[in-house]
């Protein structure tokens, strides 16, 4: 028998993270960095030393209702705690390939559910944006429900600052803030009024107009303390050859995206960045 190996894409916010958390409405896409599980029945559990990946093996064992010993191992082109989910791709990849080798199939929207699971497991308050989007791919709307956003394909710029930051203490620094102060809870809505607004115009394929609110959302998140001088830095590259930009995910350290992929704003975005890369909407978690 061959093992099942399956791959999973990062994500990343193009609107509306943190407030997200809230149940506010967030916009995001599947990009095309992903990660691989390969899952081979075995005489003894050999497994890396990561709880995402015990974590979703329980899981599709549960699921499976079967508890052969698996030999797992995982690799990511995604950058760790940066901001493009790198964890949800992982959690997401195991659970399926695990299920495959175990005999059963877990179709995506079944993966998302059982890879948020995951998420809170380890991590503790964890929205489902990232898993979900990771499992079904493409453009996608999370917030007080989730489904998937019909919009053309189009490229951006991921800029990587090289750092990273945990999301765990990140919202809990915005939670401690929302608490502290009436303001910081008004801008939590006013960042799912941008989402609300943007999944019309990525709707429409007006990228241009949905960059303007990606600007708009960077200031918010800056206000809400989870922007860094190097994040800072690459969004004023990129805004100052003509694009927009925002911070995605966390914060604190890691990613930006960027639009267009083009006119100089990649490049400006990389004279401040260790790593860029232009990215567009990805397939979901599929088998290789
Ligand atoms: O940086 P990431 O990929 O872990 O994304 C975190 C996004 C938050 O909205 C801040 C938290 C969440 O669970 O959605």
């Not at 191992?73 to 949800?88: K, Y």
């Not at 399926?96 to 809170?120: C, I, K, N, Q, Y």
Request: charged share 25%; with cysteine.
């Amino acid at each position: 028998m061959s093992p099942s190996r399956s791959s999973a894409p990062g994500a990343a916010f193009l609107l509306g993270e943190h407030a997200v958390v809230y149940d506010e409405p967030a916009l995001l896409f599947a990009v095309d960095r992903r990660a691989t599980a390969t899952v081979e029945a075995s005489s003894e559990d050999d497994l890396p030393d990561s709880p995402y990946v015990r974590e979703a093996i329980d899981r599709a064992r549960e699921h499976a209702d079967e508890d052969t010993p698996l030999a797992v191992e995982v690799s990511s082109s995604i950058p760790v705690g940066a901001g493009l989910g790198s964890s949800a791709a992982v959690s997401v990849a195991t659970l399926h390939a695990a299920a495959r080798e175990l005999g059963e199939t877990m179709g995506s929207e079944r993966v998302a559910d059982e890879a948020h699971e995951v998420e809170r497991a380890v991590q503790g308050a964890a929205s489902p944006a990232d898993t979900y989007t990771s499992a079904v791919g493409g453009f996608t709307l999370v917030g007080n429900g989730k489904r998937r956003v019909d919009a053309p394909p189009t490229e951006f710029v991921v800029g990587y600052d090289g750092g990273s930051a945990s999301t765990g203490e990140m919202v809990e620094g915005v939670a401690r803030l929302v608490e502290d102060n009436p303001v910081a809870a008004d801008i939590v809505g006013s960042i799912g009024d941008l989402s609300r607004r943007g999944v019309e115009r990525a709707e429409t394929g007006d990228f241009d107009s949905l960059g303007d609110l990606m600007d708009m959302n960077h200031g918010l998140l800056d206000a809400l303390g989870v922007s860094s001088s190097s994040l800072s830095r690459m969004v004023w590259a990129a805004r100052d050859a003509g694009g927009n930009a925002k911070l995605t995910g966390a914060g604190g350290a890691g990613c930006v995206v960027a639009y267009p992929a083009k006119d100089g704003v990649r490049e400006a975005v990389a004279s401040e960045a260790e790593e860029t890369f232009a990215v567009s909407p990805a397939e979901g978690v599929r088998p290789e």
